[in-house]
């Protein structure tokens, strides 16, 4: 049913790069949301008032709340695709962020109501009718939602869209709200025993967590998140591919929504290059990082050292210095001044976020005595950074 839905709905559904696919996707996401929900709506408001049961109308009324989601989602997309403007030059794709965040915070929202709901069960148990109609509709209730969600994790995983994933654990939450009910009503039919406090407050934990991840998955970008490693890797290796280009460092990647990716990156090249020839290359690569890759990338050039066999020799002996304290720590930007009496190694200390004012003091007076225990004219002068790339 969802590729019949995509291949109806979204013209060139492959070319998920481009902002009027994903737009496509949005809009399909919201629009099935909001008709599942009305649907549900219909069909227990009519059995409810039929029946006269105020538990199924209740209901029917939280999936007209849920409809929703939908519409804020078609909001966030539609926002999102706005082009950009002398006010907003990058464009407006965080305001996909935006709405998932409000998405978060209506399935905190129900864990909350959930939460509440158990506790006062638990502390006043009351007995549950148990009605055949009732069952079935909350079966069929499941079978929708369930569906519902299945649906908006694999558009929002296949165009990495974080309001259709937000969608998605909205309607899971539904889900597990409504088979504890289920099986509430069931347990108390057959052993007597008022499980319905418990197993809600079991759930409502569950939607609480999911909402808490939601709304921290769609925080982090608009804060400004570290470089995933998948990414960091795709993109200096691309940049390092090219002739002429040794090496790269201190890559950094701004992200103002799915398909507006800006990033900043140093590329080393040898110091006796052609200026131009080396201007070039870095232009060339700048135009295919936006062509091949979709982000606008600015490029950093830095001559390095590459035929001096004796400034290469003492890198290297700096490297390995560097390593005996911390293996995962990285120099760059090495340069040798030589002087009669003093040698100067400059160069940048790469270190995790996790370290300490102590241990980063601890660690540069380390490398600085190391490396003037080989030569006493070696004067370490250290800048000391952070890496950029998460989970380092």
């Known amino acids: 049913m969802t590729e019949f839905l995509v291949k109806l709905f979204v013209k060139d559904r492959e070319k998920i790069e481009q902002s009027k696919v994903r737009t496509s996707y949005g809009i399909l996401s919201s629009v099935v949301g909001v008709v599942c929900n009305i649907i549900l709506f219909a069909v227990k408001i009519s059995i409810g008032l039929a029946i006269h049961s105020i538990s199924v109308m209740a209901d029917a009324f939280n999936n007209l709340s849920d409809a929703s989601s939908g519409i804020i989602s078609f909001i966030g997309v539609k926002l999102a695709n706005r082009p950009a403007d002398k006010e907003h030059p990058f464009g407006h794709g965080r305001f996909e962020y935006l709405s998932a965040f409000v998405v978060a915070f209506l399935v905190l929202q129900v864990g909350f109501t959930c939460f509440k709901n158990a506790i006062s069960k638990i502390i006043h148990p009351e007995s549950m009718e148990f009605n055949i109609i009732l069952v079935g509709i909350l079966c069929i209730s499941v079978l929708l939602k369930l569906w519902l969600g299945l649906f908006n994790r694999k558009l929002g995983n296949r165009i990495n869209s974080s309001v259709m994933k937000a969608t998605s654990a909205d309607a899971f939450g539904d889900v597990l709200i409504t088979v504890v009910t289920i099986v509430a009503i069931v347990v108390e039919k057959l052993t007597g025993f008022k499980v319905d406090g418990y197993m809600g407050?079991?759930?409502?934990?569950?939607?609480?967590?999911?909402?808490?991840?939601?709304?921290?998955?769609?925080?982090?970008?608009?804060?400004?998140?570290?470089?995933?490693?998948?990414?960091?890797?795709?993109?200096?290796?691309?940049?390092?591919?090219?002739?002429?280009?040794?090496?790269?460092?201190?890559?950094?990647?701004?992200?103002?929504?799915?398909?507006?990716?800006?990033?900043?990156?140093h590329a080393e090249v040898p110091n006796d290059i052609d200026f131009e020839v080396a201007h070039e290359t870095i232009d060339r690569i700048e135009r295919d990082a936006q062509k091949e890759l979709g982000i606008f990338l600015v490029i950093h050039m830095d001559p390095i050292e590459v035929n001096d066999t004796k400034v290469l020799s003492i890198k290297n002996m700096v490297i390995d210095t560097v390593k005996e304290y911390d293996e995962?720590?990285?120099?760059?930007?090495?340069?040798?001044?030589?002087?009669?009496e003093q040698i100067n190694l400059i160069f940048d200390l790469v270190v995790a976020h996790s370290y300490s004012e102590d241990k980063e003091y601890k660690l540069i007076q380390d490398v600085m005595e190391a490396v003037a225990e080989k030569d006493k004219r070696y004067q370490c002068i250290i800048t000391l950074e952070h890496s950029f790339i998460r989970n380092r």
């Not at 995962?328 to 009669?340: L, P, Q, S």
């Open 201 to 265: 407050l079991v759930v409502s934990l569950f939607v609480l967590y999911a909402g808490y991840n939601i709304a921290k998955e769609t925080i982090e970008p608009l804060i400004g998140e570290a470089v995933n490693p998948e990414l960091y890797e795709k993109i200096t290796t691309m940049v390092e591919n090219y002739d002429g280009i040794v090496g790269s460092h201190d890559l950094i990647v701004h992200n103002y929504g799915p398909t507006h990716t800006m990033a900043s990156i």
């Open 328 to 340: 995962g720590a990285t120099i760059h930007d090495f340069r040798m001044v030589n002087g009669e």
